[in-house]
Structure formats: C-alpha cells, structure tokens
C-alpha cells in the first residue's frame, strides 16, 4: 500500500511538471516550496538553470564528487581524523526481510548445500551463492550518479531525460547495464566524516516527514560541542534521525521517514561535500512538506551537483559512543554499468 501511496505522489509530481509554453509552471501554484527553492525565477528545467556541463569537475565527467578523493590532501585530512585506531562498521546485515523500496527483492539460494565437491586426494568442498537483487538499491546502500535524473523535455523524450552533467537517457541505455555514470566510474571514498546527531536534539522520536532545518544542524552541532565546523570539500555529512530503530519492522520503515530539506540541501552543496549520508532509505524527508518535492532533496544533491549518497546507515552505536568526528571508508562496487553498491562503510577514528 506504502509503495501505491508513493507512485501516486511521483504521479502527481510528474503531472505538476507539464511543461506550459516552454516552462514549469508548479513554482506559480506554491511560491514559497522547496521545489521553488530549487528552480528559483529560472524554469529552464524542474531543477532551474541549465545544470551541464558541470561547473567544477567539467564536461563528460562521470565520477561526480569521488573526484575528490583524488586529492591527496582531503585524504590526509580524513585519515588525521583518527586518534585511537578504533573501527566500526555502520551498515546493517543483508537478508530478505530487510525494509525494501517498493517491489524490490533479495533473494539469495545456495542450491544443493555443499554446492560442490569431493573434489582432489584432499577431497574438497565448498559453498556458492546466487543473489538475485537491485544490487545497488537495497538495504545499507549507496546511490551513484546514474540513479536518480529529471525529465527536462517532452514526457518519453529520452534525449531530454537527463542525470548528472547532462547525459540523457539516449545515450545511458542499455539492458545490460548503463553506458554512462556506472558505479565503476567512481573513486573510493576517503572522507573526513561528522555525524550530526539531529535525533539527540528534536526533543522527541522524529517520525515520517519531519524535515531538518539549518537551524536544526546548528542545534545539534552545539551540543556536540561543534558549533564551529564548516563543511571541506570532499566531507562526508552524515545525519542520524534515529530511524534506525524501525529497521526490524519493513512496514514502518518503509512507510515515509524523516530526513533533510532542501535548505540543508544547500548548505551540503555550497561546502562541496563529497558524500551525504543517513539512517534512513533516501535522507530527504519523506512526504517532504512541500508537495511539489517528491525527492527533489536527491535530485538536487545527486542530479544537479553530482554528490553521491549513502543510505540505511547504522549509526546508534556511533552516537552513542560519542563519536562525531571520523574517517569514512567505502569502495563503490565497481560493477559495470550499475546505478549503485550494497556493502558496509566503515568509521575509524
């Protein structure tokens, strides 16, 4: 029913995009949105102004804000954020009754256990898997450049469907994987990391569509005694809502979430942050307040600027040690052609 109730909101956000003599015509009917925070007086597209090629890393790039870590300098930086050597991973287990998007599956089968042998004098066995999955879509998962577009032009018009820096779904397609912004084309992560712990602050449990403020990051980062930091380029921003305590019952998890807004979204993207991230299944707020933003949180941090994101992350334990300030490791699997990674980042400070 959740999953009914959301393509009825991206249905109505599709039609609230019907382009009327060459504009967008929503920002009119709800002026002060966040959709109209986007697009401003410029109706170009649903995200404003043209946003290709990009400004920063430049035309036909594919790897978006990993390029930072490239940058010896934001590496060091991250790794001088490890004091005591000490590690813990902040993804959750993968198996098939985890909250999942809609009508997405993981199924895993290991036929015939032990899948072969005796094989040798030593008479060996082992065990194989098959996984069929979204495999960059599902549980503590991480979102790449060919995730998330917008449709730019006439509806079906695959030229005009567009992603990061420009590249259209014309030339994206393909069945076998995508031609343009594979996760393969992405560098690993090496980030200096802050949690914002927003739920220690919101006074009480934060349920679906609440939506962070600047006012409320500010709130949180002073009493983590962090009153002081700005984001570097290539910082990973992590928010904990404390969602996380849903992850056992799919139904309510999957059923809206609190997350960020679109002014939030800004402050990420002025800083040049090189990876968001958070303890729910997008980080934007879902149902944001605005009706006109239907993800929009995910278009314009991914789409428009190019930073990619991390979701279902773990993160009770990290607040609860008191831990804000870190380094952040995650490889994007490198899977040819694929939209996203499963796996498990890693905090170490």
Known sequence: MQFLKTLAVVGAFGAAMAMSSGAYAACSDNPDGDYCKITGSNTDTPLGSKWW?????????????????????????????????????????????????????????????????????????????????????????????????????????????????????????????LNKLGTEKLHPIIARGTLIDVAAIWGKDMVAGDTILMEHVNAALKAQGMSDYKIMPGDAVVFRTGWEQHWEDAATYNAGCPGIGIEVAQWIADGDAGITAGDTWPVDSVPNPDPDCVFCVHQFLQTKHGIVNQENLRLSELAAAGVYRFAYFYTPTAIRGATGGIGHPVAIW
């Open 53 to 177: 090629p990009n400004a920063k890393w430049g035309e036909g790039d594919e790897a978006g804000s990993t390029n930072y870590y490239k940058d010896p300098a934001i590496v060091l930086r991250a790794l001088s954020a490890i004091k005591k050597g000490m590690t813990m991973e902040i993804g959750h287990d993968y198996h098939a009754d985890m909250p999942l998007f809609g009508a997405r599956k993981f199924s895993l089968r290991i036929p015939g256990t032990p899948t072969g042998g005796p094989y040798g004098p030593n008479k060996i066995m082992w065990n194989d898997e098959f996984l069929a999955t979204e495999i960059g879509q599902v549980g503590t998962q991480f979102d790449g450049l060919g995730h998330i577009g917008v449709q730019v032009g006439a509806p079906g018009d695959k030229n005009e469907m567009r992603w990061y820096n420009g590249f259209s779904a014309a030339e994206m397609g393909n069945a076998y994987g």
